[in-house]
């Protein structure tokens, strides 16, 4: 069975440093990677994803993440954090064959001036 | 980027009432639309998928009877939540699929929401 781990309920990270979203999955197979970002009474928006490829992903807002084949990981990163970036961050996986997508249960950042 | 719109954004209505929501894909074409629900400070909830013109599939706890879903054309998907109770009161997120191969193949693409307050 498929599913995905987000291990920390929030992230706080001062306004300029980087900062890392985790995120572990498990699949049979080859994963397809996402992450989302989800803004107060607002739908996810997507910010990238792994299907292929480089393992190294760019999404949007300056947003990356590195797909972990060994370690099974899809940490999202960000060089220099903003406080407009605070939000829920939500990694998910599915594989291929158009089987549903799972959600991890979130990570909120905080960004502090 | 692909965009989901929902309708309305946010509704109240008495108990007992129907409440009808519509997810339209304004500019692609999905083959298949998911019906999730959210509770504060959680994860979604997948509650359905729906694939057009059959019938949606529901996950296990969820009823059908209940949480009603057409998906009449490759950009709509409605969900009616019949018989609304005060604990139906959540925040209703679809996402649709889109039906083109590459890059878009398998991203997900998610509407605004839905607010439901059932007094």
């Known amino acids: 069975a498929q599913s995905v781990a987000q291990p920390e309920d929030q992230v706080n990270v001062a306004e300029g440093n980087p900062l890392t979203v985790k995120c572990t999955y498990s699949?049979?197979?080859?994963?397809?990677l996402f992450w989302y970002v989800q803004y107060p009474n607002r739908g996810l928006q997507f910010l990238l994803k792994y299907i292929t490829g480089d393992n190294l992903v760019k999404g949007s807002y300056g947003f990356e993440a590195e797909f972990n084949k060994s370690q099974t990981s899809f940490h999202l990163k960000k060089p220099s954090a903003l406080v407009s970036d605070s939000a829920l961050y939500f990694c998910?996986?599915?594989?291929?064959?158009?089987?549903?997508?799972?959600f991890g249960a979130g990570t909120r950042l905080f960004v502090k001036a | 980027g692909a965009v989901v719109s929902q309708h309305p954004s946010w509704v109240i209505c008495k108990s007992g009432t129907s409440v009808k929501i519509e997810c339209r894909s304004l500019?692609?074409?999905?083959?298949?639309m998911f019906w999730y629900r959210q509770f504060p400070k959680q994860s979604l909830m997948l509650m359905a998928t729906?694939?057009?013109?059959?019938?949606?599939?529901?996950e296990q706890g969820v009823e059908k009877d209940k949480f009603l879903i057409n998906h009449a054309s490759l950009t709509l998907s409605t969900l009616t939540v019949t018989s609304a109770h005060p604990e139906d009161s959540s925040f209703y997120i679809c996402?649709?699929?889109?039906?083109?191969?590459?890059?878009?193949?398998?991203?997900?693409?998610f509407g605004p929401g839905t607010r439901l307050l059932v007094l």
């Open positions: 729906s694939n057009e013109g059959s019938k949606a599939t529901y």
């Open positions: 500019d692609f074409q999905a083959t298949t």
């Open positions: 996402s649709a699929r889109s039906t083109s191969g590459g890059a878009l193949g398998e991203t997900q693409y």
């Open positions: 699949v049979s197979g080859n994963p397809y």
């Open positions: 998910a996986v599915s594989h291929t064959g158009g089987f549903k997508t799972i």
